[in-house]
């Protein structure tokens, strides 16, 4: 299969006080068509930063991304984001969200109606059409983080980007659209990039699995192919011994081979929690 | 619905009366015992400082000058159109010219000659002061240049801009058939120089402010400038922009009084100038019911504000007070 996305090596330097940060050094990964890729690592080794040179948020300083073969310049629909903390416009209804969004990417191709219809075929997906009218500080976390994947899913992207999407919800909330996502990623067969410190979620979703080493100067250090049949059930996975193994390969690398040493109150911490900190803005 | 609840309701709307009723009764009650109290005290030489009931008499005073003097106004115009309809029976041609009357305005005209220049020197002040500051609050670079003019003309008083437009006005506003009387747009451009930079500044602020998420999610939806301008700038800075606002239009009012005062335009300024002049013994009491009214007049416009503001804002959780 051909590649879809190309990331290769990729730097990224960010100017502080202090002389030139370098966050990412020489990240190489090639990613197909329909595949979901998982970012783990240690907070600030520069999983965001991928992420967000990907998005085109960011400009590598070095190196660059291809998305079919050309050259990814600025952020754009076709590499939609969906934001950790939702990032919905508080004074739209979820409906409203999404349409801005459809609005955008279809105005040329889609009638009215049709463009109506696709905004409620998405929110049918993630199972929020009871809630479109409402605005987002009327639901709650996991359904703004719902509406959020809704309107990143209407803007039809070849890659879609995913920034900790479940990190600030709660642990059951967060299985359930685990859930989801595993159901909307079986009919769609998106590329998704996926961020996430969770190694359940990074094991249960993914095809592959990117473990980042820490920065600064941050790379990939080990890749993980996941072969587990689709669709995985997190309650027959949880005895299932190739599950486990995967399970403990991950945890092996994030608390083994790149143990994050942060000593408390130290002088060290000051300066890499700083740097960590310009890496993950 | 049960008695219970019939019950429990009852209780709980007499909780709200005593909050929002008795307490308040009980403020102004004490205000106006300790009012009559160090008034009787106060000698000026226009005789006692004025307590509640003088003043409450000065206002029946001012309600029926006004009633006398609006039947004046309508029997000088009676009396031009029987003039006018008995030279008309005699000559058919004759065609008559009505003279507006001149005769001198009343406390509740001076009144409604300040609010409508006051809100539209604030209407003025806004035209100029949201599209800037959204200018500003966009863009770094208009900000620092701005930035220093912005602080050095804030902080001026508008006794200071008075003689200057005065000036200006006389100068430049030269029309043989105006439009606007001259003190009119004297006291209305000061009350805009005067009134728009708080709402410039919280606009911009505002505009600055708004969230680095949504920032990204403009640029990844690739909005154009004026799609991202109205659906993501402007309604993030909606609750500062009215911060700005509600402080504007309580300036404008302070500083109208002051400009009439000053300039001898018509309006409540003038009104209390000419009584402090006129130095009768009713004077004292009417500049008095003059104060209140003022108080009362730019509470009302502050709370008119607030019900635009939350018409407005999308965030109905935003304590508004």
Same mark, same amino acid.
């Given at each position: 299969?051909?590649?879809?996305?190309?990331?290769?090596?990729?730097?990224?330097?960010?100017?502080?006080?202090?002389?030139?940060?370098?966050?990412?050094?020489?990240?190489?990964?090639k990613i197909n068509k329909g595949e979901f890729v998982s970012l783990i690592g240690h907070s600030g080794c520069g999983k965001s930063t991928v992420l967000n040179i990907v998005a085109g948020l960011y400009d590598a300083t070095e190196g660059g991304v291809l998305l079919d073969g050309k050259e990814v310049k600025g952020p754009g629909p076709e590499?939609?984001?969906?934001?950790?903390?939702?990032?919905?416009?508080?004074?739209?209804t979820s409906y409203q969200n999404v349409e801005l969004a459809v609005k955008q990417v279809f105005k040329k191709t889609k009638s009215k109606k049709e463009m109506h219809d696709w905004i409620m075929h998405n929110l049918d997906l993630v199972h929020m059409t009871h809630a479109a009218d409402k605005r987002p500080? +009327?639901?709650?976390?996991?359904?703004?983080?719902?509406?959020? =994947?809704?309107?990143?899913?209407?803007?039809?992207?070849?890659?879609? @980007?995913?920034?900790?999407?479940?990190?600030?919800?709660?642990?059951?909330?967060?299985?359930?659209?685990q859930d989801s996502?595993?159901? =909307? !990623?079986?009919?769609?067969?998106? *590329?998704? =990039?996926?961020?996430?410190?969770?190694?359940?979620? %990074?094991?249960?979703?993914?095809?592959?699995?990117?473990?980042?080493?820490?920065?600064?100067?941050?790379?990939?250090? +080990? =890749? @993980?192919?996941?072969?587990?049949?689709?669709?995985?059930?997190?309650?027959?996975?949880?005895?299932? %011994?190739?599950?486990?193994?995967?399970?403990?390969?991950?945890? *092996?690398?994030?608390? +083994?081979? !790149?143990?994050?040493? +942060?000593?408390?109150?130290?002088?060290?911490?000051?300066?890499?929690?700083?740097? %960590?900190?310009?890496?993950?803005? | 619905?049960?008695? /219970?609840? &019939?019950?429990? /309701?009852?209780?709980?709307?007499? $909780? #709200?009366?005593?909050?929002? /009723?008795?307490?308040? /009764?009980?403020?102004? #009650? &004490?205000?106006?015992?300790?009012? $009559?109290?160090?008034?009787?005290?106060?000698?000026?030489?226009?005789?006692?400082?004025?307590?509640?009931?003088?003043?409450?008499?000065q206002w029946g005073n001012l309600i029926s000058e006004h009633q006398s003097e609006r039947v004046k106004e309508q029997r000088f115009y009676e009396r031009q159109e029987d003039r006018i309809a008995k030279r008309q029976a005699k000559d058919p041609d004759y065609v008559g010219k009505i003279r507006s009357y001149t005769g001198k305005p009343t406390f509740f005209d001076q009144i409604f000659t300040s609010l409508y220049t006051v809100l539209a020197g604030f209407g003025l002040a806004c035209l100029i002061a949201i599209p800037l500051g959204i200018l500003i609050g966009l863009n770094n670079a208009v900000y620092s240049a701005l930035n220093p003019v912005i602080q050095v003309f804030k902080p001026v008083s508008p006794l200071a801009w008075l003689p200057l437009v005065t000036m200006v006005v006389s100068a430049t506003y030269v029309s043989d058939d105006p439009i606007f009387s001259k003190s009119f747009l004297t006291s209305m451009f000061t009350v805009t120089l005067c009134c728009m930079w708080p709402t410039l500044i919280n606009t911009a602020v505002g505009v600055a402010a708004v969230e680095k998420d949504l920032l990204n999610v403009s640029k990844v939806l690739r909005l154009g400038w004026f799609t991202h301008v109205m659906k993501i700038v402007i309604p993030s800075a909606i609750p500062l922009m009215f911060t700005g606002l509600r402080l504007s239009l309580g300036i404008a009012w302070m500083v109208l009084i002051a400009a009439e005062m000053l300039a001898q335009n018509p309006g409540l300024g003038k009104f209390v100038w000419d009584e402090f002049q006129n130095g009768s013994s009713n004077s004292l009491g009417r500049i008095m019911v003059a104060v209140l009214m003022i108080g009362f007049i730019g509470f009302l416009l502050d709370r008119a504000m607030l019900m635009v503001q939350r018409f407005v804002s999308w965030d109905k959780t935003q304590i508004l007070r």
């Open positions: 299969m051909a590649t879809h996305l190309d990331i290769s090596q990729v730097s990224i330097e960010f100017p502080t006080p202090k002389g030139a940060f370098k966050a990412l050094d020489g990240v190489n990964l590499r939609a984001v969906v934001f950790q903390n939702h990032s919905l416009l508080p004074w739209l500080d +009327e639901i709650s976390g996991g359904m703004k983080q719902r509406v959020g =994947i809704a309107r990143a899913l209407a803007m039809e992207p070849s890659v879609l @980007l995913m920034d900790e999407p479940f990190g600030a919800l709660d642990a059951l909330t967060r299985a359930h659209l996502l595993m159901e =909307i !990623q079986k009919d769609l067969n998106n *590329t998704v =990039i996926m961020i996430t410190h969770d190694v359940d979620e %990074a094991v249960l979703l993914s095809d592959r699995i990117i473990m980042m080493t820490n920065g600064p100067a941050a790379t990939i250090g +080990e =890749i @993980l192919d996941v072969d587990l049949p689709r669709p995985r059930d997190r309650l027959a996975l949880a005895n299932d %011994a190739k599950y486990v193994d995967y399970r403990a390969q991950v945890l *092996t690398f994030l608390y +083994e081979k !790149q143990r994050k040493v +942060e000593p408390i109150n130290g002088n060290a911490k000051a300066t890499s929690s700083s740097a %960590a900190k310009v890496a993950n803005a | 619905m049960s008695d /219970l609840s &019939i019950h429990s /309701l009852k209780e709980k709307l007499e $909780q #709200i009366s005593i909050k929002s /009723l008795l307490l308040p /009764l009980c403020g102004i #009650i &004490i205000f106006i015992m300790l009012w $009559q109290v160090g008034a009787s005290r106060v000698h000026t030489s226009l005789g006692v400082f004025p307590g509640p009931a003088v003043v409450y008499e």
